[in-house]
């Protein structure tokens, strides 16, 4: 039995991912409806060509590409995640573009809703939702009535409200992610959608998981670090651009810096609490 198909591209860069892609395809394969397409991208993955091999087998053997169109990208060699939904995003052919990571997954229900509210709301270029870290041990139940608000730019400056997994926006929109850019590059774009008077909106549902705790995963303070530096970056662009005051651009330092701190407290805290019990 055929699905109804809707005017979406799905990207998702692919960097040395081998053992989780076909997790993360099959979660968009699943969806109650499909998209019009699906974008891989192998940003210049050094494993031997096992990730190229691993698309291409999931390409060969799913035959719910007789009904999508399924686009390879190979680039030459590792960029970062920016320019690979970049270079997606360029050819997309969609109306709304979805993100979705290598290592990531979405609820079945995903595309249906998030399209159907962004349908329904065209003033609204951006929309994100709930998601949450995987569990074998819980299941997800979403309902049919959900709130659903618009996000204020203050709430965005002080916390990345969309993970990119959650986040579909129109594919004309004019921004882009920063080229060349590897931490923060998402929550950049995210930031100055909204700080351009762009309408952000989220949804109250828990409609993607992610297969790593929010921060320190494995307890590596040098990942947070780098990601510290991303978000500083971020808002040293948009104040350079002229998007916040120096006052508000100083405030958003010492919130991050207050934040980096707490997290390599926890993270310590964990390590010690594993040392103990072990």
């Known amino acids: 039995m055929k699905k109804n198909i809707i005017p979406v591209s799905v990207i998702i860069p692919c960097y040395c991912c081998s053992d989780s892609i076909g997790r993360a395809v099959d979660s968009v394969t699943s969806q109650t409806v499909l998209p019009y397409e699906l974008i ?16 291409e087998c999931i390409r060969d053997s799913n035959k719910i590409f007789n009904q999508i169109n399924f686009k390879l990208i190979l680039l030459k060699k590792n960029y970062g995640p920016a320019d690979a939904r970049n270079a997606g995003w360029n050819l997309a052919v969609g109306d709304y573009i979805a993100f979705l990571d290598a290592d990531d997954s979405w609820h079945p229900e995903k595309l249906h809703i998030q399209y159907k509210h962004m349908k329904s709301n065209p003033e609204i270029a951006l929309s994100g939702h709930k998601s949450v870290y995987f569990s074998n041990r819980r299941n997800y139940p979403i309902t049919k009535i959900f709130d659903n608000w618009i996000i204020s730019k203050f709430s965005m400056l002080i916390s990345n409200r969309l993970p990119t997994r959650s986040v579909m926006l129109k594919k004309d929109i004019k921004y882009r992610f920063l080229f060349g850019k590897r931490n923060a590059e998402d929550y950049l774009l995210w930031l100055l959608i909204i700080l351009n008077n762009n309408l952000v909106s989220f949804i109250d549902l828990e409609l993607a998981y992610s297969y790593k705790r929010n921060y320190g995963d494995g307890g590596l303070t040098g990942d947070l670090y780098k990601s510290h530096l991303g978000v500083i970056d971020a808002f040293r662009k948009i104040f350079e651009a002229k998007k916040i005051s120096y006052s508000v651009f100083l405030l958003l330092l010492l919130v991050s810096y207050f934040k980096y701190f707490y997290r390599v407290f926890v993270l310590n805290f964990l390590k010690i609490k594993d040392f103990i019990i072990n």
């Open 40 to 55: 891989l991208i192998d940003d210049g993955s050094e494993d031997d060509g096992k990730t190229k091999y691993a698309i």
